[in-house]
């Protein structure tokens, strides 16, 4: 009974380890853990758009130096307007010569993309637990098999749990996200150019020009039509 035991786990393990080398198409497969910033707040717009500038300016390093000028955008969104203003301080306050007219200048242009995926998407945050272990050590279990933080004391414990998980913005993941992209460019060629993606909460979806369709109010009256006599 033991031996056929064996050689059926032992038949079970091949089985399991041995997967189909043809499939009629990709088999689908989770990208490597990543995280992605959620704007929350207006001050986040202008971190992003620092961080837009001195990407651009690192390219723009590498050819002569021309005035700059930002394209409008026809119909802005409060996000655009914001992004627009705070780009043009950074490159000011970086010493760059950000023209108010298109003539002679590189033209800065600005695409926000707003995207909406499915509502209630899968959330994988740290799913450990703190453990208190002697002497006021504590241990946040299932992160990178283990992390001690020896704090002495129980409180420094719980402050450094909730230090941990304040990394992680609060709420469902949003299903809103807004790509960022701009780029700088004579008649001829791009100079420079920057892509970037991002959360935005589900409340805020109409500072970026998403603008939800009212739901349809349920009809209340009915007609009915009378026949025979009266």
Same mark, same amino acid.
């Given at each position: ?28 497969? #989770? ?17 992003? @758009?620092?961080? &837009? ?5 690192? $390219?723009?390093?590498?050819? =002569? =130096? ?32 950000? /023209?108010? @007219? ?6 800065? $242009? !600005? ?10 998407? =899968? ?17 946040? /279990? ?7 933080? #020896? ?5 420094? *414990? ?11 913005? +609060? *709420?469902?993941?949003?299903?809103? $996200? &807004? ?5 700088? /460019? ?7 150019? /920057? ?19 009212? +739901?349809?109010? =349920? ?10 006599? !009266?």
């Amino acid at each position: 009974m033991a031996l056929k035991t064996a050689l059926a786990v032992a038949t079970g393990i091949l089985l399991a380890g041995c997967a189909s080398r043809y499939t009629p198409t990709p088999l689908p497969a #989770n990208f490597a853990t990543t995280k992605q910033a959620k704007l929350q707040a207006a001050y986040h717009w202008g971190v992003i @758009s620092d961080s &837009i500038e001195k990407r651009v300016v690192t $390219e723009l390093k590498k050819s =002569p =130096p021309r005035p700059v000028y930002i394209a409008d955008v026809k119909d802005p969104t409060p996000f655009q307007r914001a992004l627009a203003a705070q780009l043009t301080t950074s490159l000011v306050n970086d010493g760059y010569v950000v /023209s108010r @007219s298109p003539a002679g200048s590189l033209k800065v $242009e !600005m695409d926000v993309q707003a995207v909406t995926f499915t509502a209630d998407r =899968p959330q994988y945050r740290y799913h450990g637990d703190k453990t208190i272990l002697a002497g006021g050590v504590w241990l946040l /279990s299932e992160v990178d098999a283990g992390a001690l933080f #020896n704090v002495g004391a129980a409180a420094g *414990g719980i402050d450094a749990y909730q230090w941990f998980n304040s990394q992680f913005a +609060p *709420g469902d993941t949003p299903k809103t $996200e &807004i790509i960022v992209t701009v780029s700088v /460019s004579d008649q001829y060629r791009y100079l420079a150019r /920057s892509t970037s993606a991002y959360y935005v909460a589900d409340t805020d979806r109409q500072l970026y020009g998403i603008i939800d369709p009212k +739901p349809v109010e =349920p009809q209340l009256t009915r007609t009915f039509q009378v026949r025979g006599d !009266m």
